[in-house]
């Protein structure tokens, strides 16, 4: 059988063991949950949380169930703003301020692929392959060559004529409601599918459209405390995780033999490369995840805000108004054939006011925890504060930490992009004040497809239909939904909210 759909039976266990392995785990756990934080031989690890707070059970949970709770009662409760805690065997630094981001984000031994290993196991290619290695430069490398010139221009076409596909489905009467999360969900699916190199067919296709997006999401939820506490326990989270990832593998196996001589781009290199069907669907995996968590979430949130925003509207709306006017090749095309002229320089350079709005969207919704590993045998200072990071301790960071705090962005909580403006330029007033593409050493591998996407998506909206924001029953909502700071990761609103798309005349 496949090594990339075959799932190991789920063996039946009697009552007795089930429950003397549950005792057992949770002795474990409250055993390694309260010891104390090993401190450096100079004794200058940040200090633990006040006694009786930290180390707890209490604290260990709340790390995993309420974590801005937790770390901004430590950046509180600490002078330096820097503080630690002991995540089962992890030794773990909470790190803020300026002199926290300069050694988390641009000191060379802070590896970021190390910290999330531990902290956020999601895509294990042991788990697809049992003989494929996580060979994180090899696919960090694969990531870079999808972002070059020639592999974008190559795509585009396809993504465009994805958009248009969806676009025109809503565009059979004068009114339509759309849900703009499950549309952009499904559109960056399909552009980072072309992207990687798969032939229009395979990366059109609807039923791995609808369900990739939400195998990943699947894959990212099931993700929790057992996996770092107790790392033997299969709970049920991990063998959730575990069937998510070998089902969206034996899809995506499958597209790749189906379409064998119609890929392109770097799905063909790694084939002609010989590399072994677990590697490539690694690649496809790991690309795919970095672009389905935040992206499409990114894009849904700039038509939500678009839609309450005339100022904004309008601005994003002249300068593609500009474009299509400079490229439309006849007076009867249509906006959406035009955008497939555009060419991708002009996409990348000539809609600063969109750019604006999405910088914006991320420092308002890219609520994301962040995590780094000293990989050396030394300490590293903490600038000036006399406190390090030891050698071979986890450190993390909260992007809201720079992003919400208001001695940076005034009134942080109103969307409002011209605070990036050359006239403003909040974020450049203080040192890493904005992180929404990485930043020092970890800047984001894949910011120009996600920046691409993005822009395809809002562009073939935006240039087709005047947008209304309502609920679910298509009621019209006086504000965009506000957004929550306090999730592990970006998502959409509690509340489900819709798109009334009116062609616009």
């Not at 004068?174 to 599918?193: E, H, I, K, N, Y």
Request: charged share 20%; hydrophobic share 40%; proline share 7%.
């Amino acid at each position: 059988m496949d090594a990339l759909t075959r799932v190991n039976p789920t063996p039946e266990w009697p009552p007795a063991t089930i429950i003397a392995l549950l005792v057992t785990a949770l002795a474990y756990i409250i055993t390694i949950a309260h010891r104390p934080p090993s401190r450096s031989r100079n004794d200058r690890t940040p200090k633990p949380l006040a006694t009786g707070y930290c180390p707890s059970l209490l604290s260990t949970w709340r790390f995993f169930n309420d974590r801005h709770g937790f770390y901004n009662e430590g950046v509180a409760a600490s002078s330096t703003g820097n503080f630690s805690h002991a995540v089962g065997p992890h030794r773990l630094i909470g790190l803020s301020r300026a002199a926290g981001r300069e050694a988390f984000f641009h000191r060379r031994e802070m590896e970021m692929v190390e910290g999330f290993t531990i902290f956020f196991p999601t895509v294990d290619p042991s788990q697809i392959e049992p003989s494929t290695g996580w060979h994180e430069y090899q696919i960090n490398g694969h990531i870079v060559r999808t972002m070059r010139t020639e592999n974008l221009r190559r795509c585009l076409p396809s993504m465009l004529a994805f958009a248009a596909d969806a676009v025109t489905a809503h565009n059979g009467t004068s009114s339509s409601l759309v849900d703009p999360f499950d549309v952009a969900d499904r559109l960056v699916f399909q552009f980072t599918m072309s992207a990687a190199g798969f032939d229009d067919e395979r990366a059109a296709s609807a039923s791995l459209a609808g369900l990739g997006p939400a195998l990943l999401r699947k894959i990212e939820g099931s993700t929790g405390s057992g996996s770092v506490l107790v790392p033997w326990l299969r709970t049920p989270g991990y063998r959730r995780r575990v069937a998510a990832i070998r089902e969206l593998a034996g899809y995506l196996g499958d597209a790749v033999r189906e379409s064998e001589r119609g890929v392109d781009g770097v799905l063909r290199v790694l084939m002609e490369k010989g590399l072994s069907m677990g590697e490539v669907v690694t690649y496809l995996m790991a690309t795919l995840f970095a672009a389905q968590i935040n992206t499409p979430l990114m894009a849904a949130w700039l038509l939500v805000y678009l839609s309450r925003n005339e100022h904004w509207m309008a601005q994003v709306r002249a300068e593609l108004d500009a474009a299509l006017t400079r490229y439309r090749p006849s007076p009867q095309e249509t906006p959406l054939h035009i955008l497939q002229h555009v060419p991708l320089e002009t996409w990348e350079s000539d809609f600063p006011m969109l750019d604006l709005c999405l910088r914006e969207c991320i420092r308002m919704h890219l609520t994301a925890t962040t995590y780094r590993r000293n990989c050396s045998d030394r300490d590293i200072p903490i600038g000036d504060t006399g406190e390090v990071v030891p050698g071979g301790a986890y450190a993390f960071y909260i992007l809201e930490e720079a992003h919400a705090n208001p001695a940076v962005y005034p009134d942080p909580e109103t969307w409002d992009p011209a605070r990036f403006s050359p006239g403003r330029a909040e974020d450049k007033g203080t040192p890493l004040a904005y992180l929404g593409w990485g930043a020092g050493r970890h800047a984001c591998l894949g910011m120009r497809l996600a920046k691409l996407e993005v822009a395809v998506v809002v562009a073939s909206i935006v240039a087709t239909f005047d947008l209304t924001l309502c609920n679910q029953l298509g009621r019209p909502l006086n504000c965009a939904p506000k957004a929550n700071r306090y999730s592990k990761s970006a998502h959409p609103p509690a509340e489900e909210v819709r798109l009334r798309c009116c062609t616009r005349n």
